[in-house]
């Protein structure tokens, strides 16, 4: 069965949510809707790390009650869903929900099993920003490469993992493909970090130091689990690995994809440290781990700390979920960081939306108003709109002639394609490139014109074609858009009159552009 199992990394919950958790979630959520759209049974989860020792530390911070704290910030992570238009299945939280307690429980015991653990005093420079351990060579210029800090001497006792053990498998995991690390920069970076050979790594923290906060370690309470391994456990304990729900087999055990969406910070987490605990455990591994790169906001570095945290809430309240959604998935590089600004927001909201695709629907609808009543003659078949699948038969063609029927013919493939490398700039441009092929169209047949009556009908039934080809392709990216276009767009031989489905933002057309954020 072709199941598609999907996660985001769970982010600690020291702060209010920015636009890099945006991010995540919404690329997330597209492969999900995507998946769906081609009937693929999905599961989509994402959560909180609420163990994390940030949380413990900021809630210190700021003179409140732990247990507070992070009940306030993990619901304004989940309170993202229609903000962002999400549409997880699972939000899991670890430090609240049962299920993630007992797995964690659970895959400890199985990997003691193993003999993967032992005790030991370990002396390094310690990271509380990354809650890591770094080497000195790691460092910059003495520094913590994510957090520009220096890392503290740290002396305790610790539980250890055997992850040397599992070089020479990582490496055939990874190599082999078995493992797939999109983009491939990514997997590169892993590969060089797994041949120069992995060393142990502590998995537990004396419990006195977490100041009680965490999971504690199955046989000795006086040590909590580390962090990381708690977190990276959520993508099993959340199907119910520790109770033996069948959840857990389904998504997990089964024969399907089983995909990791997360951040570049993070990779030697997911692509080492986390298949390397399922092996020792003896569990089936994910399929796939998809990264992407950072956003700065301003030529800023996006943190609470920094005071230039972008409010993914306050932005679609003030320009609307499409228009954001649509620059997430629209402008971030696939590999290198992306500026943010509300310019930017801006102008691909009203460049592709507002001017391209609205604009294309609107004189479509205006045209069958105007001449035919808003009754129109469609093709039938695979252009009609339906999603690839659910309406072929092997008799169907491409039924558009010329540039615009090839370019809606290669649509779902190229959408396919670029989703399966994780390119969501390729995955937009497949999108806008029928889009610029359907307003180039009505340019070159100028249907209005009397010497154009004679084709009118094919000319009017092609563009409502392309027009519901785009509103079911684009449903994952923006489902709110989308469905505002299929209110106009209807079936069958009927549409609906012309009304803006897509506003510019910053005034009418022609109008001198003053940015609504400004
Ligand atoms: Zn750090």
């Keep these: 069965m072709n199941t598609f199992y999907v996660t985001t990394a769970i982010p600690y919950v020291n702060a209010a949510p920015h636009l890099g958790h945006a991010l995540e979630l919404v690329q997330a959520d597209v492969l999900a809707r995507h998946a769906r759209l081609r009937g693929r049974p999905v599961r989509f989860l994402t959560g909180t790390d609420d163990n994390a020792l940030k949380n413990v530390t900021a809630a210190r911070a700021a003179g409140v009650d732990v247990r507070d704290f992070v009940d306030t910030n993990a619901a304004r992570f989940a309170a993202l869903r229609e903000p962002l238009s999400l549409s997880f299945d699972d939000f899991i939280r670890t430090g609240a929900d049962a299920r993630h307690a007992a797995g964690v429980d659970r895959l400890w015991r199985e990997c003691a099993a193993g003999g993967d653990f032992y005790r030991r005093t370990y002396q390094g420079l310690y990271c509380p920003g990354c809650e890591q351990f770094w080497a000195a060579a790691e460092l910059t210029g003495g520094l913590c490469p994510e957090h520009r800090v220096a890392p503290e001497p740290v002396a305790e006792e610790n539980w250890f993992f055997r992850l040397s053990r599992y070089t020479g498998r990582i490496l055939e995991l990874l190599e082999s493909g078995r493992l797939r690390i999109e983009p491939a920069a990514r997997r590169n970076e892993v590969l060089a970090f797994v041949r120069a050979g992995l060393t142990d790594f502590s998995v537990s923290r004396p419990a006195a130091r977490a100041g009680g906060w965490g999971i504690p370690v199955p046989g000795d309470p006086d040590q909590v689990v580390y962090v990381w391994w708690d977190a990276l456990a959520n993508y099993v304990t959340a199907l119910g690995y520790g109770s033996g729900d069948p959840a857990y087999r389904r998504w997990w055990t089964g024969p399907g994809e089983r995909a990791h969406v997360i951040g570049k910070g993070i990779v030697r987490f997911h692509a080492v440290y986390w298949p390397a605990l399922l092996l020792s455990a003896g569990l089936p591994l994910p399929t796939s781990i998809l990264v992407h790169d950072h956003l700065s906001a301003d030529g800023a570095k996006l943190s609470k700390s920094a005071g230039n945290a972008v409010d993914p809430l306050a932005l679609t309240t003030r320009?609307?979920?499409?228009?954001?959604?649509?620059?997430?998935?629209?402008?971030?590089?696939?590999?290198?960081?992306?500026?943010?600004?509300?310019?930017?927001?801006?102008?691909?909201?009203?460049?592709?939306?507002?001017?391209?695709?609205?604009?294309?629907?609107?004189?479509?609808?205006?045209?069958?108003?105007?001449?035919?009543?808003?009754?129109?003659?469609?093709?039938?078949?695979?252009?009609?709109?339906?999603?690839?699948?659910?309406?072929?038969?092997p008799g169907d063609q491409p039924v558009l002639a010329g540039a615009l029927g090839a370019v809606c013919d290669r649509l779902p493939g190229r959408i396919d394609r670029a989703l399966h490398d994780f390119d969501f700039r390729a995955a937009t441009d497949a999108l806008v490139a029928v889009v610029d092929e359907g307003n180039r169209f009505i340019e070159t047949e100028r249907p209005w014109e009397p010497a154009a009556a004679g084709r009118l009908d094919a000319v009017l039934g092609a563009l409502v074609a392309a027009c519901r080809l785009v509103a079911t392709e684009l449903s994952p990216f923006l489902p709110d858009g989308a469905a505002r276009l299929r209110e106009r767009l209807l079936a069958g031989d009927r549409v609906a009159r012309p009304e803006p489905v897509f506003p510019r933002i910053s005034g009418p057309a022609g109008a001198p552009g003053t940015p609504a954020g400004r």
């Design 319 to 393: 320009y609307g979920t499409d228009a954001v959604r649509w620059w997430l998935l629209r402008d971030p590089a696939r590999v290198g960081d992306t500026d943010f600004t509300v310019e930017r927001l801006i102008r691909r909201a009203d460049g592709d939306l507002a001017n391209g695709l609205g604009n294309l629907v609107n004189r479509t609808l205006a045209l069958a108003w105007k001449h035919r009543g808003g009754r129109v003659s469609p093709p039938t078949g695979r252009l009609a709109g339906l999603p690839r699948g659910a309406g072929d038969s």
